[in-house]
């Protein structure tokens, strides 16, 4: 199958730095997603990584490795704002055109 | 402004009644898409359109139709057949690299 898998839940304290990571099959593998989603509100888009490597975005960070199947999404300095549930989403070549979601992360921040 | 929405936020329904939710875009995205979320879960896929006038089912299919009859348009009824609607929907449009952009949500609930 195309299974994603994230942890379901981390904890992290205010000011610190987190990494959450997303793991798939490779096969059909055409890009991956990052999307924040604050509890009861829509998810919003973060971002795209096609290539191997880091992607940086102020305090967000995505990193690809294609190979390995694998993606984090590092959020540094962390706010309590921060606290809502992080999506991984694939693009498989298999899939029409479409992308698959994974449970999602869901990241607690405390003071 | 371009955007995505939905209608209505909150939507109660009897036992055995269809219901139609809402969802519209002015962001001139040939693909749209219909998600389920039931609460600390994924993303589940509905249907999806990658063209007026043509729709795909998606992994949870039964018990949902949809239609496009407009590229701004893409309603969702849930019918009678669906055994178990009560959930949070999100209707979504993409880009040609299928970054998604979501609506507010409508939360369903059956009485």
Partial sequence: GQNIDQPTEMTATEGAIVQINCTYQTSGFNGLFWYQQHAGE????????????????GRFSSFLSRSKGYSYLLLKE???????SYLCAVLFNTNAGKSTFGDGTTLTVKP | ????????????????????????QNLNHDAMYWYRQDPGQGLRLIYYSQIVNDFQKGDIAEGYSVSREKKESFPLTVTSAQKNPTAFYLCASSTESDTQYFGPGTRLTVL
């Fill in chain 1, 42 to 57: 829509a998810p919003t888009f973060l971002s795209y990584n096609v290539l191997d490597g880091l992607e940086e975005k």
């Fill in chain 1, 78 to 84: 962390l706010q309590m704002k921060d606290s809502a």
């Fill in chain 2, 1 to 24: 402004d371009g955007g995505i929405t939905q209608s209505p936020k909150y939507l109660f329904r009897k036992e055995g009644q269809n219901v139609t939710l809402s969802c519209e």
